[in-house]
């Protein structure tokens, strides 16, 4: 088993940043990507960024693409999600996930291969 917990979430203006935090603990499973996904208001939850164990590869939705960055500590077990030129519409839950080994053919933007999620930080980003 995984926990995963997410922090460092918070309230601020339009075109300011803020940088999110997903620590894991628990058994040792062997992790193919790491992610992060948000649910806006009254909408479904998306996809964001992940990033493969290892830090080798990156992927990001086409709206954080250039404003976001995902990195990884992996002596901490810490994962990272600096968000940049926020704008009202990323306001969301950010939540925080890991997807285990298996059907090398799913693309990392599905989130119903990710396995284990954390219960979510709030990002409110005012006008």
């Known amino acids: 088993q995984v926990q995963l917990v997410e922090s460092r979430g918070g309230l601020v203006q339009g075109g300011g940043s803020l940088r999110l935090s997903c620590s894991a603990s628990?058994?040792?499973?062997?992790?193919?990507?790491m992610g992060w996904f948000r649910q806006p208001p009254g909408k479904e939850r998306a996809f964001v960024a992940a990033?493969?164990?290892?830090?080798?590869?990156?992927y990001y939705s086409d709206p954080v693409k250039g404003r976001f960055t995902i990195s990884k500590d992996a002596a901490e077990n810490t994962m990272y999600l600096q968000l940049n030129s926020l704008n009202p519409e990323d306001t969301a839950v950010y939540y925080c996930?890991?997807?285990?080994?298996?059907?090398?053919?799913?693309?990392?933007?599905?989130?119903?291969?990710?396995?284990?999620w954390g219960r979510g930080t709030q990002v409110t980003v005012s006008s």
């Open positions: 996930a890991a997807r285990p080994y298996g059907d090398v053919s799913i693309s990392p933007y599905y989130a119903g291969a990710y396995a284990y």
């Open positions: 628990g058994r040792p499973v062997r992790i193919e990507y």
């Open positions: 990033i493969t164990w290892n830090g080798g590869s990156t």
